[in-house]
């Protein structure tokens, strides 16, 4: 069961090098970065994998609690 985490982990957060950007996004960003400007092309790109990953997270979290109550709720039962 860890390694299965470890592995989904590992293969999760090997994606945050993604570029997310929407068609207004890159308009304004390649219009910046012609000008020389590539920080608000960073700060961009970080706030939109920021706002996808966070729900995922949320329920990455409840998942884990919820599968945890249940088995230590089976194992009461058992006893």
């Given at each position: 069961m860890?390694?299965?985490?470890?592995i989904f982990f590992s293969i999760f957060l090997s994606h945050f090098g993604a570029?997310?950007?929407?068609?207004?996004?890159?308009?304004?960003i390649v219009n910046n970065v012609s000008h020389g400007e590539l920080s608000l092309a960073e700060g961009l790109n970080f706030g939109?994998?920021?706002?996808?990953v966070t729900p995922?997270?949320?329920?990455?979290?409840?998942?884990?609690?919820?599968?945890?109550k249940s088995r230590n709720h089976a194992k009461r039962k058992f006893e």
């Open positions: 860890k390694k299965g985490i470890l570029l997310a950007q929407c068609a207004m996004c890159k308009t304004t939109i994998m920021y706002l996808f995922y997270l949320a329920i990455l979290i409840i998942g884990i609690l919820w599968y945890k």
